[in-house]
Every structure is written in structure tokens, then in C-alpha cells.
T-cell receptor, first 114, second 108 residues
């Protein structure tokens, strides 16, 4: 099956700094990528939808200026958490697909903000 | 309102038992995924279903479109099957909506 990777798998950063998470489709071109986050003991929640070459669409309650998403190529989308705070500590997951076809999930990135 | 409900929330089984996890959703979907999340957090996609039944090893997934219901079965369960199993459905727009997950513990 198709493979989606995320980097880093774990990151610890200090409050106020920014951290970038990469999502890559390794063996296919992803026209659409989704970013999700999961707080402890909660379900995954969609943050934003990213289409290659266009601006991301953010879900209600997700600050677009804080969570910067770039989908500059058909194999890479990045999520940058700017001015991170401890409440941003979460598990961030991406999924990638080709339009209406199957979506493939990345393994996730655990962010801890101290 | 689009909803995804899973049952049970928690499940403990003896090694070797047959396990069933259920997922119900409120409106028509284009696809349903079963995901497995291990304690470290990483997610593995087990199945994608739009109709019928799929089998992979000891795992079987079924979906009934008319009843808006899917089941994940694990035959001859093993402690390494211990994980959280998540049902995810896809409506228009390709984004997924997730169930709250079923935490499975298989005891040796």
C-alpha cells in the first residue's frame, strides 16, 4: 500500500518557539493532505485540508496564523506551529490522498511544548 | 449532524478469543476506514471499505451501507493485538471524521 511519512516522530520545544512538521507521500502524488490532532484520550480532530498549490482550508476554531500549512508540492505538506505553547502539546497526524481516492495516514508526530 | 459511534469503548479479552468492534454512523458515506493506534500513538490503516467485506490475516471488516454500520472482527486474538481501534468515515470533501476508539486489551 501507499506510504506516508512524517518527520519528526517526536519533538520537544520550548514555549514561544516554532516547530515544523513534515508530511510526505513516498510513492504517490498527493493532491490533498489533511492535518489532524489528537489530545490525550480524545478522538482525532481535523485541523485543516491542504490542496497542492492553494491555501489550506481550516476548520472552525483552528487559528490559521498559528498553524501554518504549506503544500508546495505533490509529495510534501508542512505544518508549522508558531509561537508554541504548552496547550499545543498534542499528537499531530497527516493523511494524504489523490482527490476522491483512498487516503493514507502518516504515523504521527508527538509534540511536547515545555 | 454527522456522527460516528463505536462500541464498546473498552474491551478486555483472553488470548484466542474472537473479538468484534462495532461502528455506526449517521449519514451516507463514501468510505469507511478501520485504523489501529498503538500506545506510542502511531496509526496504521487496516482497511478501507465502501461495501461488502474484506479480510487480511486474522482481521475481517464488514460494512452494511443500508444499516450504516461496520464491524471489525479479530479471530484468534493475541496480546499484540492490544491497541486502540478507530473507525473513520469519509463524507463529502474527503476529510475524515473519527469515532472515539475502542481500547482493546488481550490478556495472555
Amino acid at each position: 500500500g501507499a506510504v506516508v511519512s512524517q518527520h519528526p516522530s517526536r519533538v520537544i520545544c520550548k514555549s514561544g518557539t516554532s516547530v515544523k512538521i513534515e508530511c510526505r507521500s513516498l510513492d504517490f502524488q498527493a493532491t490533498t493532505m489533511f492535518w489532524y490532532r489528537q489530545f490525550p484520550k480524545q478522538s482525532l480532530m481535523l485541523m485543516a485540508t491542504s490542496n497542492e498549490g492553494s491555501k489550506a482550508t481550516y476548520e472552525q476554531g483552528v487559528e490559521k496564523d498559528k498553524f501554518l500549512i504549506n503544500h508546495a508540492s505533490l509529495t510534501l505538506s508542512t505544518l508549522t506551529v508558531t509561537s508554541a505553547h504548552p496547550e499545543d502539546s498534542s499528537f499531530y497526524i497527516c493523511s494524504a490522498g489523490q482527490g476522491s481516492y483512498e487516503q493514507y495516514f502518516g504515523p504521527g508526530t508527538r509534540l511536547t511544548v515545555t | 449532524k454527522n456522527e460516528v459511534e463505536q462500541s464498546p469503548q473498552n474491551l478486555t479479552a483472553q488470548e484466542g478469543e474472537f473479538i468484534t468492534i462495532n461502528c455506526s454512523y449517521s449519514v451516507g458515506i463514501s468510505a469507511l476506514h478501520w485504523l489501529q493506534q498503538h500506545p506510542g500513538g502511531g496509526i496504521v490503516s487496516l482497511f478501507m471499505l465502501s461495501s461488502g467485506k474484506k479480510k487480511h490475516g486474522r482481521l475481517i471488516a464488514t460494512i452494511n451501507i443500508q444499516e450504516k454500520h461496520s464491524s471489525l472482527h479479530i479471530t484468534a486474538s493475541h496480546p499484540r493485538d492490544s491497541a486502540v481501534y478507530i473507525c473513520a468515515v469519509r463524507w463529502a470533501g474527503n476529510q475524515f471524521y473519527f469515532g472515539t476508539g475502542t481500547s482493546l486489551t488481550v490478556i495472555p
